[in-house]
């Protein structure tokens, strides 16, 4: 299994970037595909979570309403809208998978959820500044 993330890179605060996730050597149903990000010094934390097998889809309170998860499965990517970015978003944002046929509990979408992950991509710098 391999995750490649890509789109990062450097925007003034209240821009926008869209993050993939291109996922491979895996059938993409029955996943949970999480969205983490680490600032400098600081702990990894959860941003998003989406189940490539029903609607489940999870938010940090820090990006809810800015931030959007969406899949294609046909193309095996999941994808992270970000709006209205803030300089507290600076960080590198990884992509993360582990297989989970049912519904992804809540708790997967934390940092503790970091270690229910058994595939990660390799990170994207998102660097927002004026």
């Known amino acids: 299994v391999q995750l490649q993330a890509s789109g990062g890179g450097l925007m003034q605060p209240g821009g926008s970037l869209r993050l993939s996730c291109a996922a491979s050597g895996l059938a993409f149903d029955n996943y949970a595909i999480g969205w983490f990000r680490q600032a400098p010094g600081k702990e990894r934390e959860a941003v998003s979570c989406i189940s490539t097998s029903d609607d489940t889809t999870y938010y940090a309170d820090s990006v809810k309403g800015r931030f959007t998860a969406s899949r294609d499965n046909a193309n095996n990517t999941v994808y992270l809208q970000m709006d209205s970015l803030k300089p507290e978003d600076t960080a590198v944002y990884y992509c993360?998978?582990?297989?989970?046929?049912?519904?992804?509990?809540?708790?997967?979408?934390?940092?503790?959820?970091?270690?229910?992950?058994?595939?990660w991509g390799q990170g994207t710098q998102v660097t927002v500044s004026s």
């Open positions: 993360a998978t582990v297989w989970y046929p049912k519904k992804l509990p809540l708790y997967y979408c934390s940092t503790y959820g970091v270690r229910m992950y058994d595939y």
